[in-house]
DNA sequence: CGTTCCTTTGAACATAGTCAATAAACGTGG
DNA sequence: CCACGTTTATTGACTATGTTCAAAGGAACG
């Protein structure tokens, strides 16, 4: 299969591609980038990679895969905080000797690189990451208007059109389609609900005409409906 | 009434109170702080001094008084994000050109300051500014988990834990009691409840014998029992 | 192929929401 | 300091949304 309209080498690693699409990088700031990129580690499904408490190691990045920050009470109650997928970013802080808030799961097998540090002349690594990290919080805010505010139904619809986005950013989205790696009890933790009540909102997305959900892979069937049920509108952190 | 053991002037200012307990400021730091408190810019209740969407002006402190950020849906529902506490900071950012995702209303008078930015020799200004922004995102992570996996009784309790843990870092907590200047609506909107069962949640705990709750203040009865109640720790973001 | 994990379904139940009315507290002007 | 109007707190009866428990199908995988 030849892919169309290729820009670059750049664009298939996701974290360039993402970083580029939040601030304008210059060469040498890729070219940091594609070298950290060869420096990869693997991890496994399951595999609790921070740990909250703990020191955070390093800053990373995700080149691909999808991991969560969740947060379990000791009765076995467990809610996922935010998802880490292809090009994001996860122990960047200015602060030292910092402590995680969360611990961080794979969820499929992830293979991340180190994040590299920006030195003086790259302003637009920079900010790009600055750019990152208000994402993040934006969509921290979104989960709890989600958690506070939507019903089940809402949550479901107003969470895969946040994932679309997201994903959009890294390149992994054909038309109104992407991968979905998840299983309805995951999803469960993420949206403050129980697998069963996810599995007949999904049931109810489905015969609405909204949603196809199966293999792995997530279909909107109606985006604009699903937008005006939500009144989402794409992410906004700078001007 | 004399106040014993008050170190320096420094500590009656809730912002300098509270970075220093965020990091260790030099005498030139605290200054510049005092300096910038001295450039107050007072908000009466309701009024909105962020809008969601717009460009964030200038890095400013909280010196006393109570703001929210909080998002509102079309339909009316609303969801408080976020309380501002004294000595709480907003809109701190790396970013060029940010973009408030939250607007922050007033509930009280509510005076501000600027955040003085952290020049070259500023190191423990920027450690605080860090660890304030990491803490930040504690409390949004725990938010997130209160709203998802706790009910109406546990939600309540964790969330007064929370407030007199914050509070008590602008010295603002005498023992177990803490200045609560929020309708139950205002509560309610932070905590994905209605009003009708934030006070119906208030009578239980206060027949509990946990909570009192009258004339603006609260006053925890049985800290040891919320505690348990809720599997609560301090925030710890730095080792 | 069998095991395990995941999805789907049903019935009973619980928590929290809605609507409506009353009581108490608060702020303001006289 | 008091009367009045407004906001906030409280209560009850009913409803709705989501949970729990249990069991049966399916799909994925060694």
């Not at 309209?5 to 594609?34: F, K, N, Q, Y």
């Not at 935010?82 to 402590?99: A, H, I, T, W």
């Not at 208007?145 to 107003?158: K, S």
């Not at 997530?218 to 700078?238: G, I, K, M, S, W």
Request: aromatic residues 4%; proline residues 7%.
């Amino acid at each position: 299969m030849i892919t169309l309209a290729e820009p670059a080498h750049a664009t298939r690693v996701s974290v360039v591609r993402r970083l580029s699409a939040l601030a304008s990088l210059g060469a040498t700031e890729i070219d940091r980038l594609h070298a950290a990129a060869g420096m990869t580690r693997t991890l496994p499904p399951r595999r609790e990679f921070v740990t909250e408490g703990e020191p955070i190691r390093e800053p990373r990045a995700v080149l691909s895969g999808w991991a969560c920050r969740t947060h379990v009470l000791r009765d076995g109650r467990r809610q996922v905080l935010s998802f880490l997928l292809p090009g994001d970013l996860f122990g960047v802080c200015s602060q030292s000797n910092p402590v995680a808030s969360a611990s961080v799961l794979a969820l499929t097998p992830v293979v991340t690189c180190p994040a590299p540090t920006p030195g003086p002349g790259d302003g637009g690594l920079a900010e790009a990451y600055a750019v990152s990290a208000a994402l993040g919080e934006h969509y921290l805010l979104r989960q709890i208007t989600r958690l506070g505010r939507l019903n089940a139904y809402e949550r479901v619809a107003d969470w895969l059109m946040e994932m679309r986005e997201r994903l959009a950013l890294a390149g992994l989205v054909e038309g109104d389609r992407f991968p979905m790696p998840l299983t309805q009890e995951l999803i469960a933790d993420a949206l403050g609900l129980t697998s069963v009540h996810v599995n007949r909102t999904i049931q109810a997305l489905r015969s609405d005409g909204l949603l196809e959900l199966r293999g792995g892979t997530a279909t909107l069937r109606d985006v604009p409906r699903l937008q005006a049920l939500v009144e989402r509108r794409p992410a906004r952190v700078h001007a």
